[in-house]
């Protein structure tokens, strides 16, 4: 197996204020993958060879259709197959595989006010992606022609989602006294993907409780789903 992977991003911050700050990002990566598989049988050499370099049992020798360089291959018998019928019949494939994704992003984040217990945080964002991905076989199991392996076909795909998400969390209680902290988090995703005909809304609602500062206790509740990969 040979492998080649790239992954790089660009990312811009700025601070807004003492309170705001805003980011956006570029990313690319891509992967490619060559699997090898040596001494795989031809079943189209192993066929021609045993009719004795024909394409049928009865057709003439030689002709349209033999694998150029044909050797007879006789399996009667230990010691039968020559080195000439072997090397004949072998056939090393490469499986070629390669993934990509393109992303843009831009978040905003920072906090509205102060409740008893902190500032009041927040966080919107928006990203694009878009992945895409092929697997191609080799030939000779594209032609179904390696004895153990059924006919492959090439596939390509390609998902492009927008999403939007948002977060907030809100600190009711604390700073000294009982309870040590009271908190709220919800958040909420709207995904669209050009793969599904409805879009995507997850979301989350979590609680945290801390009665005394070293002792703390936290639920959430959360919807997720996404679609299915490339």
């Not at 927008?162 to 988090?185: S, T």
């Not at 801390?210 to 703390?216: S, T």
Request: negative net charge.
């Amino acid at each position: 197996t040979e492998s080649q992977s790239f992954n790089g991003r660009f990312t811009l911050e700025h601070d807004i204020d003492a309170n705001w700050k805003v980011s956006g990002g570029l990313g690319f990566g891509r992967s490619d993958l060559n699997s090898i598989a040596i001494g795989n049988i031809n079943r189209v050499a192993v066929e021609q060879g045993l009719y004795g370099c024909r394409v049928t049992p009865t057709s003439a020798p030689g002709g349209p259709g033999i694998i150029p360089g044909c050797v007879p291959v006789n399996i009667y018998g230990p010691g039968t197959i020559t080195d000439a019928a072997r090397d004949f019949i072998q056939t090393d494939t490469t499986d070629v595989a390669s993934f990509e994704q393109q992303r843009a992003s831009v978040n905003l984040v920072g906090t509205l006010f102060d409740l008893p217990g902190g500032s009041v945080g927040v966080a919107l964002g928006a990203e694009i992606r878009k992945d895409s991905g092929e697997t191609v076989p080799d030939d000779a199991k594209q032609r179904g022609e390696i004895i153990g392996f059924n006919q492959q076909q090439a596939v390509r795909g390609a998902i492009t989602a927008k999403e939007v998400y948002g977060e907030i969390r809100l600190p009711l209680l604390g700073g000294g006294g009982f309870p040590d902290m009271l908190a709220f988090e919800l958040g909420g995703r709207y995904s669209d993907y050009d793969s599904l005909q409805d879009p995507l809304f997850n979301y989350k609602a979590a609680v945290e409780f801390a009665p005394i500062n070293w002792l703390r206790f936290r639920g959430a509740y959360n919807k997720a789903a996404r679609a299915p990969s490339v």
